[in-house]
């Protein structure tokens, strides 16, 4: 299915969300301690990479992971995500009147890959749950238990978000993935996946050691995030949207979140980049390459052309979307 950026970010809607962001960057950040950090993949020094709104990104000399360094302490996070004017008008507004357009161009089709990659992988030992770390607006629970006879199972923290999933007739944890029981989660086979969240984590070390420490063994682990390898954020550098401080941090890529995940008990079944907007963000922000040659392309290629580059960007692991299966060894 063929995408824009523009039919799940409009514009406009999405322009006012930077906007109060920026504001709340200040707001909330500006007079906080910040700690330094190393890799959140590999654990090794920085160098610059750049900076945004306050924030500064470094790469790592080693695995090419981009991260925020020095980084603002979890509790300003915390406050951040709870009290935010700019978190309100993406869980309200923003969503809201995007919702419609997103299920039919993201939930839809990211329902029908998780779907194949649970087929593929699962054998003769059938999963039997679902369980969605920030399962949002439930539109992916909805949609998986469409094509799938499967049940969900929401973990959502947010007061309101849990209520709209319960709303949906979704079963929902309201805990962060942190505070999860063993009683909490059923002792079937499960598949975890969490959408867009990885890139948010204040600590993915800790976020991922929860995860495995939930799993029981061959249960699966199926997760989108942003890879620092795409074209359009190597491209666009702080002019890429997707480098969007306090909420991006982290931005590994197939193989130093591989050497993540491998490093902390799991093992790496598939690391992908099946990303279809990267040349349409980078069509859209022509201006802001920082490349001759690729603006050249950009101005030279056909639309089909510019299809056939994208198609070839994420089969090569280079797109921003980044998706990832893992189980527990």
Same mark, same amino acid.
């Not at 086979?189 to 948010?200: D, T, W």
């Not at 620092?228 to 306090?246: E, T």
């Not at 193989?255 to 069509?283: C, H, Q, R, W, Y």
């Given at each position: ?14 322009? $006012?969300?930077? %906007?109060?962001?920026? #504001?709340? !960057? ?5 007079? /906080?301690?910040?700690? @330094? ?105 909805? $949609?998986?238990? %469409?094509?799938?006879? #499967?049940? !969900? ?5 947010? /007061?309101?978000?849990? @209520? ?105 079944? $598939? ?59």
């Amino acid at each position: 299915m063929k995408i824009k950026e523009e039919e799940i970010r409009p514009k406009k809607i999405f322009d $006012e969300y930077l %906007k109060l962001t920026s #504001i709340d !960057t200040v707001t909330f950040f500006k007079n /906080v301690n910040k700690e @330094e950090v190393n890799c959140p993949a590999c654990n090794k020094k920085g160098k610059f990479w750049a900076n945004k709104q306050g924030f500064t990104y470094q790469e790592c000399s080693d695995c090419l992971s981009i991260y925020v360094n020095p980084r603002p302490p979890l509790s300003a996070f915390n406050n951040y995500y709870r009290d935010s004017p700019s978190t309100k008008f993406w869980a309200t507004t923003f969503y809201k009147e995007t919702e419609n357009s997103r299920r039919e161009k993201l939930w839809k089709p990211k329902a029908q890959m998780i779907k194949d990659r649970i087929l593929k992988y699962q054998k003769n030992n059938p999963v039997n749950f679902i369980i969605d770390i920030g399962g949002g607006y439930g539109v992916f629970d909805q $949609e998986i238990s %469409k094509i799938m006879e #499967i049940g !969900t199972i929401v973990i959502e923290p947010s /007061v309101h978000l849990a @209520e709209i999933c319960r709303n949906k007739d979704l079963i929902v944890i309201e805990k962060f993935m942190e505070n999860i029981l063993p009683h909490d989660i059923p002792t079937a086979r499960k598949c975890y996946v969490s959408f867009e969240l990885f890139e948010h984590l204040h600590n993915p070390k800790a976020f991922l050691e929860t995860v495995y420490n939930n799993m029981n063994s061959e249960d699966f682990f199926i997760f989108t995030t942003l890879s620092g390898m795409g074209i359009d954020i190597q491209l666009l550098g702080p002019n890429s949207n997707a480098l969007s401080p306090p909420h991006h941090l982290n931005f590994l890529n197939p193989k130093s979140v591989s050497k993540l995940l491998e490093d902390n008990g799991f093992e790496v079944l $598939e690391a992908i980049t099946p990303g279809k907007l990267d040349m349409d963000i980078l069509k859209k922000n022509k201006e802001f390459i920082n490349e001759p040659y690729w603006k050249n392309i950009i101005n030279y290629s056909s639309e089909l052309e510019l299809d056939n580059i994208q198609n070839f960007i994420a089969k090569s692991g280079l797109s921003s979307h980044m998706m990832i299966t893992c189980t527990k060894k």
